[in-house]
């Protein structure tokens, strides 16, 4: 179940949208209601080589942080 990220036309309100499935339509806007939201393209996570061992593959300086 992937989780896409939108972005409110109206408010410019960004958020986040659990998709239960390939044919669920866009959601509305939490902050206003608004029906009228854009999908945007986000940068995923990786885990690089490099990073040392035993620390759990995450080092604060290179982490992925939320927008918003």
């Given at each position: 179940?992937?989780?896409?990220?939108?972005?409110?036309?109206?408010?410019?309100?960004c958020f986040?949208?659990?998709?239960?499935?390939a044919d669920d339509t866009a959601p509305v806007c939490p902050q206003c209601a608004c029906p009228d939201v854009e999908k945007l393209m986000s940068?995923?996570?990786?885990?690089?080589?490099?990073?040392?061992?035993?620390s759990g593959g995450f080092d604060s300086k290179t982490a992925c942080r939320p927008s918003g």
């Open positions: 179940m992937p989780i896409y990220e939108y972005q409110c036309k109206s408010c410019c309100h986040e949208y659990l998709s239960l499935s940068a995923g996570c990786f885990r690089a080589n490099g990073i040392p061992k035993g």
